[in-house]
């Protein structure tokens, strides 16, 4: 990420206008850079604490300078000289931009110093990497038909809970096509829907009867056991996966080298 582009971009993620792969691409590069998160800390607590500070105190404030520039005016001006109302304007100007920058410096000294004191004991955890890493594949991909007519209707129910994100009722579809007809499909996507559903270790159990069975996605597979292996807490599985999957070409062997450097640095 460049730099100059980097205050753009922590502002759209605070502000909530990352989408997409945009959006998956920062969490990631958030989850190993600690400099990128203390930005993203300090820009929420700058606003929060802005926001807090509240338009009634502000105004207060204006309104107490407003008066005192009025009091100056009165007593130092030139005998027989008017102020004007654009001079008056101008002066509450200048003070209402003043106010605004202290608030702002005040709001950015105390985050600083909350962040200096409180931020670096809170290191990335295994679950703050999973967050990071983890996206359910789509299911639209290597999507068969079946021989077997109960089992084509499970397996089109399955995918579709699957797509709506109700896990666990695909869980129970897949788990029904599956008994009517093997398919290799239906079983990746069934370690994953475990997976999404917060069911690691039976998520290792079906990739691990996967790689016993099938390989079309073997690739796949072992990088969402790596997953599954750091769900469950258990790191030095997980990074045996990764450091297998970084060492040849494979869509994921970029995610896995970044993963292992993370791991390296808990």
């Known amino acids: ?38 930005q993203v800390e300090v820009e929420e607590a700058i606003i929060k604490n802005l926001k807090r500070e509240g338009r009634h105190a502000y105004k207060l404030k204006l309104q107490r300078l407003h008066q005192q520039m009025n009091a100056g ?36 000294f105390l985050v600083c110093t909350l962040l200096y004191t409180t931020y670096f004991t809170q290191p990335t955890n295994p679950d703050t990497l999973f967050a990071a890493y983890y996206q359910p594949p789509s299911s639209m991909q290597g999507m068969r038909g079946s021989s077997n007519q109960d089992g ?74 790596s997953l599954s292996y750091l769900k469950t807490g258990n790191v030095p599985e997980a990074k045996k996966i990764l450091e297998a999957l970084a060492k040849r070409e494979n869509r994921f062997r970029d995610q896995a080298d970044h993963l292992l450097k993370a791991l390296n640095q808990l």
Request: aromatic share 12%; net charge neutral; charged share 30%.
């Open 1 to 38: 990420m460049e730099d100059t582009n980097k205050e753009d971009i922590v502002e759209q993620y605070v502000q909530g206008q990352l989408k997409g792969s945009r959006l998956e691409e920062f969490k990631q590069k958030l989850a190993l850079d600690d400099r990128l998160r203390k």
């Open 73 to 108: 005016t009165e007593s130092n001006k030139p005998a027989g000289r008017q102020v004007s109302l654009g001079e008056r304007r101008l002066r509450l100007f200048s003070a209402h931009r003043y106010w605004w920058l202290v608030a702002a410096s005040v709001a950015l």
């Open 152 to 225: 084509a209707e499970a397996k089109t129910a399955a995918f579709a809970s699957y797509n709506q994100g109700k896990y666990g009722q695909s869980i129970a579809l897949f788990k029904r096509a599956l008994a009517k007809e093997k398919d290799e499909t239906v079983l990746f996507y069934l370690g994953n829907a475990y997976l999404a559903a917060d069911m690691p270790n039976q998520a290792i159990q079906t990739f691990s009867e996967y790689q016993h069975t099938y390989r079309e996605y073997e690739v796949e597979v072992n990088w969402y056991m």
